[in-house]
């Protein structure tokens, strides 16, 4: 499994190798498949300005790296954006959150001119939810928010002892419908009290590497 992850790290940083400028700034993405690639785009980093990182442990990996972390607010423009997700539809739309970061995730992606997806094969599916949706909340709502899902025909589970970047509580949730992932994407953030959802269908990846 790490070396697919290795494997479609190394493809993505190839892929940017020539397409690097002094001043582009990077979008960098949470979990062990963007680890990889923040370890393959090291050396490569005196080739780009820097980037900006969708989660705390993203950007200390990054500072470990050399490479310059900035603020999404002080950044006009990010060229690409690379990430992992836990699954992937046959029309590029994914499942995302699994480490809990989808929020700022979805929020440099649609930053990006170019949003890069780099998944090892196991990710790819035919049809969105077997994996859980990860669906972050404000803590004082999940109660409620859990009831609601209830009733969209959705099973949520509250990820025990897992606080988000942004101080926010995450609920797992099994057996809805995702056959219309942008109509369910929608539908989960309009209740009060989501953050967001890990449904990754209405700006979705330009570009998904798959590790051969
Ligand atoms: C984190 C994510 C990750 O991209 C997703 O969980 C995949 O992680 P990994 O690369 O470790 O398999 O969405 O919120």
Redesign the pocket.
């Known amino acids: 499994m790490s070396g697919s ?1 290795i494997n479609v790290a190394k493809q993505a940083a190839s892929f940017l190798e020539k397409k690097l400028t002094a001043d582009m700034i990077l979008g960098i ?6 680890n990889f690639f923040i370890e393959e785009i090291k050396p490569y980093s005196h080739l780009f300005k820097g980037a900006v990182s969708s989660s705390e442990r993203s950007s200390a990996l990054l500072k470990e790296a050399g490479i310059s972390v900035f603020e999404l607010n002080d950044i006009n423009e990010i060229a690409f954006y690379i ?4 699954e992937v539809s046959e029309d590029k739309s994914l499942i ?7 929020t700022r ?1 979805k929020i440099v992606a649609s930053a990006s001119n170019h949003f890069i997806c780099i998944v090892d094969d196991s ?1 790819l599916v035919k049809k969105l939810g077997a994996f859980p949706l ?1 669906i972050e909340v404000i803590p004082e709502s999940r109660s409620l928010v859990s009831r609601k899902i209830i009733s969209l025909g959705g099973t949520p589970l509250y990820r025990q002892a897992f606080i988000t970047d942004q101080g926010n509580q995450i609920i797992d949730v099994s057996d809805l419908d995702l056959r219309n992932p942008v109509e369910m994407e929608i539908k989960l953030n309009s209740i009060a009290g989501v953050v967001d959802n ?1 449904i990754f269908a209405i700006n979705k990846p330009l570009t998904v590497l798959v590790s051969e």
Not at 29 to 34: D, E, H, R
Request: proline fraction near 5%; avoid cysteine; hydrophobic fraction near 15%.
């Open positions: 992850k993405g949470t979990g062990s498949t963007v990430d992992g997700a836990d995302k959150g699994g480490g809990g970061a989808h995730e990710k990860p890990g």
